[in-house]
């Protein structure tokens, strides 16, 4: 069965700072992809970043980065210049070879001013 | 038109009651999909539409019934519902089935059963 975990249940971090979010995963496939959505209190759940597996290349969305390792199954999230608008639960996500998506449990980002 | 329109925001409903929840979208998607979340939780996929036709059913209750009238639209009728069943019902859509691009989300219907 495929899996994502995520163990940080809430992480903060100054404003201004980086942080980064940790997600492994688990899955038979060698063709995946990989996300990072983000839910404000607003509730709609935002795509931030897309990673596909045979990429080596890790993707990158302004300040947003992620820690692409493929043999760990790895796939960490940087946050960059940490904004109080990034304030939200971030779930991580894999879509399976059905081209449903797997979630992590989430982990809620608090920024402090 | 870059978003996922759900209607309404808020729902409040007695256990007898029937009622629907709206999802639209106007980018062409063909793929539409109904998850539940609860609080503190990720989304849980109910049911997924590709080309206006049901393909998947997560062994959802009755008391929820899919509709797909056209490409844009997606309806969730409830009947029946009952106070577990209170949750964030988002909608959300992608080009398609097999296109990994990821989903496009509405901002959700808070349903509270009493």
């Known amino acids: 069965a495929q899996t994502v975990t995520q163990s940080q249940p809430e992480m903060s971090v100054q404003e201004a700072e980086t942080v980064t979010l940790s997600c492994t995963y688990d899955?038979?496939?060698?063709?995946?992809?990989l996300f990072w959505y983000k839910q404000p209190p607003s509730r709609q759940m935002i795509l931030v970043i897309r990673q596909e597996a045979y990429k080596q290349q890790n993707a990158t969305e302004n300040r947003f980065s992620v820690n692409f390792q493929k043999a760990a199954k790895s796939f960490s999230l940087k946050i960059s210049d940490s904004q109080l608008g990034d304030a939200a639960m971030y779930f991580c996500a894999l879509m399976d070879s059905n081209y449903q998506l797997i979630w992590g449990a989430g982990t809620k980002l608090i920024i402090k001013p | 038109d870059t978003e996922v329109t759900q209607t309404p925001k808020h729902l409040v409903m007695g256990m007898t009651n029937k009622k629907s929840l709206k999802c639209e979208q106007h980018?062409?998607?063909?793929?539409m999909y109904w998850y539940k979340q609860k609080a503190k939780k990720p989304p849980e996929l109910m049911f997924v539409y590709s080309y206006e036709k049901l393909s998947i059913n997560e062994s959802v209750p009755s008391r929820f019934s899919p509709e797909c009238p056209n490409s844009s639209l997606l309806n969730l009728h409830l009947h029946a519902l009952q106070p577990e069943d209170s949750a964030l019902y988002l909608c959300a859509s992608s080009q398609g089935q097999g296109v990994t691009y990821g989903y496009t989300f509405g901002s959700g219907t808070r349903l509270t059963v009493v």
């Open positions: 980018m062409g998607h063909r793929a």
């Open positions: 899955t038979s496939e060698s063709d995946y992809y």
